[in-house]
């Protein structure tokens, strides 16, 4: 039952999340930076898709720079993959093209 209660805590918390960075209430970089509990488990697709126009395609050439497999969860990055790709999501919010896109991790 405990199992399911977390769960089930993880999901809402998650949605409501997603909400959030949906609605622009909460940055996809600081997400990625900072990796709250409930987002340890979540994939790096599930954070990008999440944000408004973002779908799988887009996370996809997204990704492909940077090395990073779209199904890798949030959690297990790496302290510099997860600075790299925190840096990318903020250069794309910002619009500025980065030219660290090419760096291979």
């Known amino acids: 039952m405990r199992a ?10 998650r949605a409501e999340l997603k909400r959030a960075i949906a609605r622009g209430d909460r940055d996809a970089a600081e997400v990625v930076r900072d990796c709250p509990w409930e987002t340890e488990s979540m994939t790096i697709a599930e954070l990008l898709t999440s944000q408004r126009r973002w779908g799988r395609t887009r996370a996809r050439k997204f990704l492909m720079p940077l090395s990073l497999n779209e199904n890798k969860q949030l959690g ?3 302290s510099r993959q997860r600075r790299l790709l925190s840096t990318e999501l903020a250069s794309r919010a910002r619009g500025v093209s980065s030219p660290s896109a090419t760096v291979v991790v």
Do not use: I
């Not at 399911?4 to 809402?12: D, Q």
């Open 4 to 13: 399911l209660e977390r769960a089930n805590s993880v999901r809402l918390a």
């Open 76 to 78: 297990t990055l790496t």
